[in-house]
T-cell receptor, first 114, second 113 residues
Framework: SQTIHQWPATLVQPVGSPLSLECTVEGTSNPNLYWYRQAAGRGLQLLFYSVGIGQISSEVPQNLSASRPQDRQFILSSKKLLLSDSGFYLC?????????????FGPGTRLTVL | GNSVTQMEGPVTLSEEAFLTINCTYTATGYPSLFWYVQYPGEGLQLLLKATKADDKGSNKGFEATYRKETTSFHLEKGSVQVSDSAVYFCALSGHSGYSTLTFGKGTMLLVSP
């Protein structure tokens, strides 16, 4: 079955520090991969998605960037965190098994910027 | 563009009560529709889905029917349990290889014993 791994589970970082969140996927090849952010009490905001290695689409201009160095690896980064970057970050994937329509999610990373 | 509207929560019910969470959508073409559930502190899990009009998705006692005429996909359960307490998200996906999901804002369900 398809599985998304994310780490770390929780992270507390000072304002201005860098960020790197990693996501890996198992159980499917050539997946589409997605990064979402969920602010407290709010819905999901799509940040980036990728349909292949090195291919990144940004949905919302912001302080974050994403990279896809390998087919099953998706990384979310920032050079300098802002207070507003705090939130719950979810990685998701979709595969050919479901015609890329159905997404499966990782456990999330809770980021607190102080 | 695509959009999903869900009823605002929280929805507070007693155990064994009937549950309805309303979801309506706006989309071009023929989207697939989904309900995801998020338990506290966890990621989202797919609860059920429907890919064409009049399809009924069902799982764990939950059901939702894809109604194209009313552009709705309401979630129902006949008898809720305390363990059903979670946030429920309605979402839609277009039919393309690059499709992204459009989510509603989520509805929190609280079930008391």
């Amino acid at each position: 079955s398809q599985t998304i791994h994310q780490w770390p589970a929780t992270l507390v970082q000072p304002v201005g520090s860098p960020l790197s969140l990693e996501c890996t996927v198992e159980g499917t090849s050539n997946p589409n991969l997605y990064w979402y952010r969920q602010a407290a009490g709010r819905g999901l905001q799509l940040l980036f998605y990728s349909v292949g290695i090195g291919q990144i689409s940004s949905e919302v201009p912001q302080n974050l960037s994403a990279s896809r160095p390998q087919d099953r690896q998706f990384i979310l980064s920032s050079k300098k965190l802002l207070l507003s970057d705090s939130g719950f970050y979810l990685c998701a994937g979709s595969g050919a098994e479901s015609s890329y329509n159905e997404q499966f999610f990782g456990p999330g990373t809770r980021l607190t910027v102080l | 563009g695509n959009s999903v509207t869900q009823m605002e929560g929280p929805v507070t019910l007693s155990e064994e009560a009937f549950l309805t969470i309303n979801c309506t959508y706006t989309a071009t073409g023929y989207p697939s529709l989904f309900w995801y559930v998020q338990y506290p502190g966890e990621g989202l899990q797919l609860l059920l889905k429907a890919t064409k009009a009049d399809d009924k998705g069902s799982n764990k006692g939950f059901e939702a029917t894809y109604r194209k005429e009313t552009t709705s996909f309401h979630l129902e359960k006949g008898s809720v349990q305390v363990s059903d307490s979670a946030v429920y998200f309605c979402a839609l996906s277009g039919h393309s290889g690059y499709s992204t999901l459009t989510f509603g804002k989520g509805t929190m369900l609280l079930v008391s014993p």
